[in-house]
C-alpha cells in the first residue's frame, strides 16, 4: 500500500494549513474561507467522521485554494488537498471522480516538484489503483502508471525496496486481472529478483507471490505448477503464522483437495492430519462437522439420461465411517427416494469423500455414525 494512510494525509493538510497561514498570500479568495474550511475539516477528521461528512469538507478545503495555483507553494498545498478529496472519493468508491482529483494531485505535485519527487508515489499509486477500478480504464493507462512509480522508488534506493516488492505484487495481481499473463509473469520475476537480493525473507510476502503464480499457472492449465506453488506459498506461510492460522488452514485444504483430484491421494492425507491436528488444538471449532472436518466430496458421475423420464428427483442418505486417514468405509445407504435408483452412484462418490480426521489425545481416531444427504433434482 502507499506509504502514508489516509488518516495520515489528513494530518498533512493541517501542517500546510499552518505553513499557508504564516507564509503570506497564497489564495485568490479571502484567508478566512480556508481557515474556516480547515478547522471543520479537522474536527470531522478527529472524530472519525464518516467519509460522506468529510466529503463537503475536503471540497470545501479545495475549493478555498487558488483554482490555478502559481507558486511552487500553492500547487504544493492544492496538490495535497486533491489527494485528500481523492482519498474520500476513494472511500465512497467513486472511482471516476477519485481518479480526477488523484490525477490533479500527480499534476501538481509534478509542476512544484519535478517528475521523480518521492511525494508523487502516494497520488501516482492513487490513481493507478482508482483508474484499476474506473469503468472505462484502458489496461495500458493503469500499467504506465506502475511504471513510473516504479521509476520513482528506483531512485531512492534501499530504503524504498519495501515498496518496490509491493508494487509488483499488486502490479502482477492487476495484470492478472485484466488478462494480460506474460505482463503478470514478467512482474513476478522482477519482484522475486528484488527480494532473492535481500538479506532477509519477508515470507508473507513471498507466500504472496506463491498464490498470484499458482493464479497464473492455473489460468494456463499448469496443475502440477499449481500444486507446487501451493506448497511452496504454506511453506512461506508457515515461518510466520501458526499451525492453527486460518490461511494456513485454508491452504492445506487448498492442497488436500488439488492433490486427491489428481489422485496423489497419500499425500492428501498428510495435509488432512495437519487439518485435524490444529482443530483439536482450537479452543473453538469453526465450520467443524463433529470433531471432524469435510475437505473434498467427490461429485456424482451419472447422465440424467440414463434414468429414464420416471425419475426426475430423488433423495439418499448414507451413514458411514470417517477413519483416521481421513477416508470413508462401512458405508451404507440409509435412506433412498425412489428405492435404488440412485444408490449406486451415490456410493462411488462417497467413497472419494475426504475428511480432516478426529483427533483425541493427540492421535487420529475413527469417526463412525457420520451421516450425508443428497437431494436430487434432474433439469431438462
Known sequence: MPAATLAVRYFMVALLAGLLFHAGPLRARPAGNLGE?????????????PPDELLPLARAVHDAL???PKTPKQMHAKAVAALNLGGVLRDLRQWKEARRRFHESVVLFTKALGPSAPELVDPLWEEARAADRAARAKPGEVFALYERIDGILALQGQEAVPQRIRLHVEFAEVAYRREHLDLARRQVARVRAIIARQAAHDYMM???IALLEARIAEREHRFDDVISLHEEALADYRHHLSKTDHEVLRLHRVLARRLESAGRSDEATTHLL???RAL????????????????YRAPIRMRPSAFGRKYRQGRVVVTFTVTREGRVRDIRITESSPPGVFDKAVIEAVRRFRYAPRFRDGEPVDTPGVTYTWEFRMEG
Open 37 to 49: 474550511a480547515w478547522r471543520a475539516w479537522q474536527a470531522a477528521v478527529q472524530g472519525n467522521a
Open 66 to 68: 487558488p483554482k490555478s
Open 274 to 276: 495437519a487439518i485435524g
Open 206 to 208: 513471498e507466500g504472496r
Open 280 to 295: 483439536a488444538a482450537k479452543p473453538k471449532r469453526i465450520a467443524v462437522v463433529g470433531d471432524y472436518m469435510p475437505v
